[in-house]
């Protein structure tokens, strides 16, 4: 080693075999090694969300598709009901109903309870910093959320319970329940189950009258459709002689309407004759809903 400031005295560097070689760069070890410690946001964490996210969704468009929301019987104004929310707000009708939640503590109950509880869950992210997510090693946050979950469920079941006695002791019958039963009824004798507007298909009258193919020719197809039910703008030619007769359809080919322009001179440069054009109006003129 070298002493002082001579230049020429020898240095010898002297290496220690502890120290292994590099390797270059690193690798950190993945977030596995340290299980319920923390993980990656992206993609990991968020890739699970989502994948739980779609298999939910997938769960509701499969019960909304097979078991789609019935559109029953009208509702009846003038009957006496005794009112309830649904029931994903049972929770709270039922809490706004104790004592220290309505009355003279109406503040208290809707403003000071649930600032708290908001609040708290406002708070609960800067409060509970721990890395730790296994439920059981959490249980200020656990405990939280296990008497959370208790009380809903406690507050939902109590008014239910007590929304079907009030019911039973005035004698009433809900009416969606009168609905349900009336339905059920008329199911078993092949009636109607709906107060939806059932709408019959008119149909073709002389379907296979030679007036069907000049129909075809004249180009009418081109927005009233082959079928004759329109499409978007153009209305539906079905039914049509209830409202117009011979003459009227005449004048409409040659003059228009709204927004359907003159056919009168399509129909002729498609080879229609003006024999045709009135067996055509005389054809559509027969298309009725009632025969």
Not at 154 to 181: C, F, S
Not at 205 to 211: G, L, N, R, S, T
């Amino acid at each position: 080693m070298a002493h002082g400031d001579n230049s020429k005295e020898k240095i010898v560097y002297v290496g220690d075999s502890r120290v292994r070689r590099g390797n270059g760069f690193i690798t950190p070890p993945d977030y596995t090694a340290y299980p319920g410690k923390s993980e990656a946001f992206i993609p990991n964490f968020l890739l699970k969300e989502w994948m739980v996210g779609v298999v939910v969704l997938v769960g509701i468009l499969v019960l909304t598709i097979s078991e789609p929301a019935p559109l029953g019987f009208p509702a009846n104004a003038s009957a006496t009901v005794i009112p309830i929310p649904d029931w994903y707000f049972l929770f709270l009708y039922q809490y706004l109903k104790l004592p220290y939640a309505s009355g003279d503590y109406i503040v208290l109950g809707t403003l000071g309870v649930t600032g708290v509880a908001f609040g708290s869950l406002l708070l609960a992210p800067f409060l509970d910093t721990g890395r730790e997510r296994r439920f059981y090693r959490r249980p200020i946050a656990s405990s939280l959320m296990f008497l959370s979950l208790a009380a809903i469920i406690y507050l939902t079941n109590t008014a239910w319970t007590e929304y079907k006695h009030e019911m039973a002791e005035t004698g009433q019958i809900p009416e969606d329940v009168q609905r349900e039963e009336k339905a059920a009824e008329n199911r078993a004798k092949g009636l109607p189950t709906t107060s939806a507007v059932q709408t019959k298909e008119i149909a073709i009258v002389d379907k296979d009258d030679p007036a069907m193919a000049l129909y075809k020719q004249a180009t009418c197809v081109s927005c009233h459709a082959v079928d004759m039910k329109g499409g978007g703008g153009p209305p539906s030619l079905r039914g049509v002689g209830d409202t117009h007769d011979k003459e009227a359809i005449l004048a409409i080919i040659k003059n228009g309407q709204g927004q359907m322009p003159p056919m009168y001179d399509t129909a002729m440069s498609a080879g229609l004759s003006e024999q045709d054009i009135d067996s055509l109006a005389g054809w559509l003129a027969k298309q009725k809903s009632e025969q």
